[in-house]
T-cell receptor, first 111, second 117 residues
Framework: GQQLNQSPQSMFIQEGEDVSMNCTSS?????WLWYKQDPGEGPVLLIA?????ELTSNGRLTAQFGITRKDSFLNISASIPSDVGIYFC???????????FGTGTSLTVIP | GAVVSQHPSRVICKSGTSVKIECRSL??????MFWYRQFPKQSLMLMAT?????????EQGVEKDKFLINHASLTLSTLTVTSAHPEDSSFYIC?????????????FGPGTRLTVL
């Protein structure tokens, strides 16, 4: 099935730095979701986006639904050690359709 | 957010035996649940879509006789790995669809680590 292109594949940053990652698709999506997965756990939903141009925050996390509807961005401000994990994006063309997942961004925060 | 549970969290079994994994949506009704398989450091691989009261839809390359899925109620779906072999060892994750008239979201369970000896 289709996979979304997610970048970067991995990031190593210092505690306190800001983080940016993105997800792109060749298709238009009407829903974008961002998840975080800790080792040995299932993905946890962070932010859901349902409208082009939408900017939504969840604490230090901010995600945006790209205007073209072919991309989405996730930013983490002032990173802390517990931000470590793998972040996945997911996109859906229309309500009720399958969700396609990104390849993941592995984040390492150095104290 | 919505809660999805999965049981067991870990299972070790002998080659040739069958293993059943349960996925429950605890605080909402899920007409659709999904089963994924994840290999180390890789993304989620969709195995099948489970619809309440009907047969599951399997992705290409996934053996339906090997991975039996039953979605008997709006809150429970089960995945049975039949005649398990070491190559079936993996992390299996279910998710449940939470859908309204205008939004659609997937909520994941905590996953099941299967080890086949």
């Amino acid at each position: 099935g289709q996979q979304l292109n997610q970048s970067p594949q991995s990031m190593f940053i210092q505690e306190g730095e800001d983080v940016s990652m993105n997800c792109t698709s060749s298709s238009i999506f009407n829903t974008w979701l961002w998840y975080k997965q800790d080792p040995g756990e299932g993905p946890v939903l962070l932010i859901a986006l349902y409208k082009a141009g939408e900017l939504t925050s969840n604490g230090r996390l901010t995600a945006q639904f790209g205007i073209t509807r072919k991309d989405s961005f996730l930013n983490i401000s002032a990173s802390i050690p517990s931000d470590v994990g793998i972040y996945f994006c997911a996109g859906q063309r229309n309500t009720g359709n399958q969700f396609y997942f990104g390849t993941g961004t592995s984040l390492t925060v150095i104290p | 957010g919505a809660v999805v549970s999965q049981h067991p969290s870990r299972v070790i079994c002998k080659s040739g035996t069958s293993v059943k994994i349960e996925c429950r949506s605890l605080d909402f009704q899920a007409t659709t649940m999904f089963w994924y398989r994840q290999f180390p450091k890789q993304s989620l691989m969709l195995m099948a879509t489970s619809n309440e009261g009907s047969k599951a839809t399997y992705e290409q390359g996934v053996e339906k006789d090997k991975f039996l899925i039953n979605h008997a109620s709006l809150t429970l779906s089960t995945l049975t790995v039949t005649s398990a072999h070491p190559e079936d060892s993996s992390f299996y994750i279910c998710s449940a669809r939470g859908q309204t008239s205008s939004t659609d979201t997937q909520y994941f369970g905590p996953g099941t680590r299967l080890t086949v000896l």
